[in-house]
Nanobody, 122 residues
Framework: QLQLVESGGGSVQPGDFLTLSCAASGRTFSDYAIGWFRQAPGKGREFVAA????????YYRDSAKDRFTISRDNAENTVYLQMNSLKPEDTALYFC???????????????WGQGTQVTVSS
């Protein structure tokens, strides 16, 4: 099956930036839309951003529209999430996920990575 591996998380201060990567292998990566989700302890998995299979359309939760940018490089089988002006409420375990089309619901995705931790605090 399609395998996804996230990387790029870390511990930063408010206002800092991070770029997360999602590397795929196992199946034809360009056939899949990719979503980014995040989950804080005791919370549900929350939609952050998504990108269609060809990169032609992108989608963001309202709190991320002016700060985050999702992009993909199908030749490298990688999706990126550039996060600027990070806030404490962005603290979570970040996952990438794949499906034939994009959704805002985590339950609709077929493949998931293991997650990468983002911590934003003073």
């Amino acid at each position: 099956q399609l395998q996804l591996v996230e990387s790029g998380g870390g511990s930063v201060q408010p206002g800092d930036f991070l770029t997360l990567s999602c590397a795929a292998s196992g199946r034809t990566f360009s056939d899949y839309a990719i979503g980014w989700f995040r989950q804080a302890p005791g919370k549900g998995r929350e939609f952050v951003a998504a990108i269609t299979w060809d990169g032609g359309s992108t989608y963001y939760r309202d709190s991320a529209k002016d700060r985050f940018t999702i992009s993909r490089d199908n030749a490298e089988n990688t999706v990126y999430l550039q996060m600027n002006s990070l806030k404490p409420e962005d603290t979570a375990l970040y996952f990438c996920a794949a499906s034939r089309r994009w959704y805002t619901s985590a339950s609709e995705y077929d493949y998931w990575g293991q997650g990468t931790q983002v911590t934003v605090s003073s």
